[in-house]
């Protein structure tokens, strides 16, 4: 019990506490632990609880979009995450991606990420790659190590208390992924693993304002993203397509452009159709987005999981 507290310099000042801060928090933290999914069973049921926390999943993708999906998960109980991303912090990011600050500029996405996650659930089985996902590496996540869409978990080898990995594979892949080459071979990859109703997928998150309008579809119902149109062309022209349906976080809402781009084309000249389609079009590499539209697209994935966990008891 405190003793006395005094302000000092705009400050609290403890002159007396006989229990030191870490004392209290290992005193306290089984207790905390318990508490910590108190809200989220009383909507699910503890059946439902448990099936979250041996769920795995893995998300590719761990930025604007990815990182909030991260974190949703592991708020809602998923009890096994991967997070894939070979990039690191910069300081564009921190406008719009969870584990972006002034203080983690420069680390690596993933590990800041990971410190983050195991700070909101100790107990979480967090695993950072720091990987680029592509035709070279897709083998080394092993995504196809599954039967009819199911873990297989009737023939995976106990590995120190755990399933192993390389055998279990998991339950739900998520693509958050920019690249349009990558994203659509994880696309095929994923959907040939997993199978139907296993893979989610994020489609094109920037130049966009408006929430009301972000909607979950299956892919090829997708309407008005670019993002989505470039990968039906590509896929159209290499004569290569998903082994099954799955469904997409999109928005039809039409791109804005960045004000920058069209300053630069036209100085500050009225704004006509032609300007700002030129402007889309140049702002490709460096597209301007909101974190209150990143992070729908981020919640709503994780809400996709959440469900079909939920619909699956």
């Known amino acids: 019990m405190l003793d006395c507290v005094i302000v000092e310099h705009g400050r609290l000042a403890r002159e007396k506490w006989p229990h030191s801060i870490q004392s209290f928090k290992q005193s306290n933290i089984q207790t905390m632990e318990q508490d910590i999914f108190d809200r989220t069973e009383l909507?699910?049921?503890?059946?439902?609880?448990?099936r979250l926390q041996d769920t795995r999943v893995i998300i590719f993708g761990i930025g604007g979009v990815g990182s909030w999906c991260a974190e949703s998960l592991v708020r809602s109980g998923i009890g096994h995450l991967t997070i894939v991303d070979n990039d690191n912090v910069s300081v564009s990011n921190i406008n719009r991606q969870a584990m972006a600050t002034t203080e983690t500029v420069g680390m690596p996405k993933v590990e800041v990420m990971k410190k983050r996650l195991l700070s909101i659930n100790p107990d979480a089985d967090i695993i950072a790659l720091q990987e680029l996902y592509c035709t070279q590496t897709a083998e080394q996540f092993h995504l196809e190590n599954v039967e009819h869409g199911r873990?297989?978990?009737?023939?995976?080898?106990?590995?120190?208390?755990r399933l192993a990995r390389d055998v279990a594979g998991y339950d739900y892949v998520v693509d958050a992924i920019?690249?349009?080459?990558?994203?659509?071979?994880?696309?095929?990859?994923?959907?040939?693993?997993?199978?139907?109703?296993?893979?989610?997928s994020s489609m094109g998150?920037?130049?966009?304002?408006?929430?009301?309008q972000i909607k979950v579809t299956e892919f090829w119902d997708v309407d008005g993203c670019p993002l989505a149109r470039a990968l039906r062309k590509r896929m159209k022209k290499l004569g290569r397509y998903p082994a099954a349906k799955f469904r997409c976080v999109w928005s039809p809402e039409m791109p804005h452009p960045s004000n920058q781009a069209i300053e630069r084309l036209h100085g500050r000249a009225a704004c006509t159709p032609h300007s700002t389609n030129q402007a889309i079009k140049q702002s490709d590499n460096q597209k301007g987005s909101l974190v209150?539209?990143?992070?729908?697209f981020g919640f709503t994935l994780a809400g996709e999981i959440i469900k079909s966990v939920n619909s699956e008891w």
Do not use: W, Y
């Open 178 to 200: 920019d690249s349009l080459s990558n994203k659509m071979e994880l696309i095929l990859h994923a959907t040939r693993a997993v199978g139907k109703g296993r893979f989610f």
């Open 205 to 212: 998150a920037a130049l966009k304002m408006d929430p009301s």
């Open 151 to 161: 873990l297989a978990r009737d023939v995976a080898e106990l590995e120190h208390g």
């Open 43 to 50: 909507l699910l049921g503890k059946e439902v609880m448990k």
């Open 292 to 296: 209150h539209i990143t992070a729908i």
